[in-house]
């Protein structure tokens, strides 16, 4: 079954303690990106990646790092959590990068940060 | 700037009845339109898509969306809405071009299914 799954799906951490959202699909798209969710804001964009090794920032990268060593796998990482990182992560994946192009979406993982 | 409005925060509707979401947005180029469903827990569904062609979109569930360029809106359909349509509604407009590949979301609309 073509999927993106995340794990973990919830996770409760405290400030400062480095965690990893793992991200994986297995359509070999060429494009994945992180997106946040916070009520009356919608979904913003954290981190983007076109392809293996290349990735740049969304809207609102700060406190995030990404990596892309795989097509495949593409996990968000957050060296020192802080409170206002409590939110819903999605990650998403497309062939490519091309507006016609429809966007995949994981389960999400609701993050808390004490 | 680009943006996504989606004005209405909440709205509850009676089961059976008809349902209009209402999507605005702004971008300066042809625009690329998604609405996307999100049930309580899950991950984001597309619902349907507009890129070009014929104004009247058909998507899945039951649902069709009719893009206006003079109003600049999107506004999503159903004429007979169901229990199981509860849900939050996206609003997206794709701006890839130079920008990340990123979607612009609006604010969602949640939608409560009265029996």
């Known amino acids: 079954e073509a999927q993106v799954t995340q794990n973990p799906r919830y996770l409760i951490t405290v400030t400062g303690k480095k965690l990893t959202v793992t991200c994986s699909q297995n359509?070999?798209?060429?494009?994945m990106s992180w997106y946040r969710q916070d009520p009356g804001l919608g979904l913003r964009q954290i981190y983007y990646?076109?392809?293996?090794?290349?990735?740049d920032k969304g809207d609102v990268p700060e406190g995030y790092k990404v990596s892309r060593k795989e097509k495949r796998n593409f996990p968000l990482i957050l060296e020192s959590p802080s409170p206002n990182q409590t939110s819903l992560y999605f990650c998403a994946s497309s062939p490519h990068s091309v507006e016609q192009e429809t966007q995949y979406f994981g389960p999400g993982t609701r993050l808390l940060v004490l | 700037a680009q943006s996504v409005t989606q004005p209405d925060i909440h709205i509850t509707v009676s089961e059976g009845a008809s349902l209009e979401l209402r999507c605005n947005y702004s971008y300066g180029a042809t625009p690329y339109l998604f609405w996307y469903v999100q049930s309580p827990g899950q991950g984001l569904q597309l619902l349907l898509k507009y890129f070009s062609g014929d104004t009247l979109v058909q998507g899945i569930k039951g649902f069709e969306a009719e893009f206006k360029r003079s109003q600049s809106s999107f506004n999503l359909r159903k004429p007979s809405v169901h229990w199981s349509d509860a849900a939050e509604y996206f609003c997206a407009v794709g701006a890839f071009y130079n920008q990340g590949g990123k979607l612009i979301f609006g604010q969602g609309t949640e939608l409560s299914v009265k029996p």
């Open positions: 359509m070999n798209h060429e494009y």
């Open positions: 990646s076109m392809n293996v090794e290349v990735t």
